[in-house]
């Protein structure tokens, strides 16, 4: 009896192990990765900006300055462009992001307007299958080898869209990585180009050539490039800051039950040894 | 020669940063050099060359892939989609692309497809001007 009970611990640490090793595992490989895809998100932060005030200074400044994407249209779909990750595995890290875009979808619905959308990530694209939304394209496995043409290729189809008049509105729902231990969903306003300042009235100095509205609309493709550029990156990052957190749990976890089992095991051990001792005890008892 | 502040920036890293004497780059409207001092100027960069005339008077060339200029007196900053020192673009990599490009370009099925192949082109093109060129 005891026997066979010892047996049955035996096989389940040995499973637990196994499975410890492998989070283990892949805790290791997340937070390499983590490494990278942060050094990559910090990287994309000065041409950004760089570009992001560059755009509000010829907005600001040109005099009866006009452009089609900083205003609302009235008709035209609106666009959503979901980011979550390649993989599972990750806590509640492509959850929470589908919870934040399916709020807004609802939203936008209800005020009448047609939602199309774009997923990132295999995992966005799987929870959007079913879903009787348009989509309009799909980017899997592009997170960890992004580069600016990809982000420039699905950029020129977005400035494409809306320059046929199809699209009012591009929202981008990705997941920004506050800190290694914290990640948060969140939604962005791309087109109209939100919070550019405007004063009008004052004569700017700047030359712009060939005009300040050509500039700032051959800035776009390369703006909407930018923040998916950005917000891939750090999605990524996100996923993978998830994910090591994740497998840390999980490893501890197992740990946690390693312990409990072998406690279980050695008391197991014990009770079949006393009551060995006891057995040839009260035998040697009998022969006298 | 005075000397003024130059940033040549990518999303992926910061490209180039430090003093130089003089850079040349290529608008859509023409060349344009910028010295020290320049009036406050921006415009839109198709790809092409950008020529820069260090510090100490030695001169590099690297190609563009499209972006804009930004120019103030003192500092100015190139936003670049990539950009490469003419010296390390890849050769054979940039024919592959062309070629791709190309066959791309017959293939496109919409206008989009197209423009796409034909930017592509463009690229891989300015990349393999730019590689064999010691002048602008």
Redesign the interface.
């Known amino acids: 009896m005891a026997g066979a009970n010892m047996k049955a611990i035996k096989r389940r640490i040995k499973s637990v192990e196994s499975t410890m090793q492998i989070t283990k595992a892949m805790e290791l490989v997340a937070s390499s990765k983590l490494r990278h895809a942060k050094e990559r998100a910090e990287q994309a932060v000065p041409f950004f900006n760089l570009l992001y005030e560059t755009m509000s200074e010829v907005a600001s400044e040109a005099v009866g300055f006009h452009s089609a994407y900083t205003e609302l249209r009235e008709d035209g779909a609106a666009l959503l462009i979901v980011m979550a990750g390649d993989r599972g595995l990750a806590g509640g890290f492509n959850v929470n992001v589908f919870r934040l875009a399916d709020k807004r979808i609802r939203e936008l619905e209800a005020q009448g307007r047609e939602v199309i959308l774009m997923t990132v990530g295999k995992k966005a694209s799987e929870h959007y299958a079913k879903a009787e939304n348009r989509i309009l394209g799909t980017f899997d496995n592009v997170a960890e080898k992004m580069t600016t043409y990809t982000a420039l290729h699905m950029a020129e189809h977005i400035v494409h869209l809306f320059d046929q008049g199809h699209l009012a509105l591009v929202e981008v729902f990705f997941t920004n990585m506050v800190s290694p231990l914290s990640q948060e969903a969140r939604q962005m306003q791309v087109i109209p180009v939100p919070n550019l300042e405007r004063n009008p009235g004052v004569q700017s100095l700047t030359h712009y050539e060939p005009s300040p509205e050509a500039v700032f609309n051959s800035l776009i493709p390369q703006y909407l490039a930018g923040i998916l550029y950005c917000t891939v990156v750090d999605t990524y990052a996100s996923e993978q800051a998830a994910r090591r957190m994740a497998m840390e749990n999980a490893t501890d976890n197992a740990q946690e039950m390693i312990d409990d089992l072998s406690l279980k095991y050695n008391r197991a051990r014990q009770a079949s040894i006393t009551q060995e001792l006891t057995e040839i005890v009260s035998g040697a008892n009998a022969q006298e | 020669m005075s000397i003024f502040r130059l940033r040549i920036?990518?999303?992926?890293?910061?490209f180039f940063e430090g003093a130089v004497q003089r850079v040349i780059v290529r608008?859509?409207?023409g060349d344009l050099g910028i010295l020290a001092k320049h009036?406050?100027?921006?415009?839109?960069l198709p790809s092409g060359p950008v020529k820069i005339t260090m510090e100490d008077g030695t001169e590099r060339i690297a190609a563009l892939s499209?972006?804009?200029v930004?120019v103030s007196p003192d500092h100015t900053?190139i936003?670049a989609?990539?950009v490469e020192w003419a010296e390390d673009i890849d050769i054979d990599w940039a024919k592959r692309s062309e070629e791709d490009a190309r066959r791309r370009k017959e293939n496109s099925q919409n206008?989009?497809d197209l423009?796409?192949a034909e930017?592509k082109l463009q690229r891989a093109l300015n990349r393999l001007r730019v590689s064999s060129m010691k002048d602008l």
Not at chain 2, 9 to 14: A, G, L, S, Y
Not at chain 2, 39 to 44: G, N, P, S, T
Request: charged share 30%.
């Open positions: 920036i990518t999303p992926e890293k910061v608008t859509s409207e009036e406050k100027y921006v415009a839109a499209g972006g804009a930004k900053a936003l989609n990539a206008q989009e423009k796409y930017l």
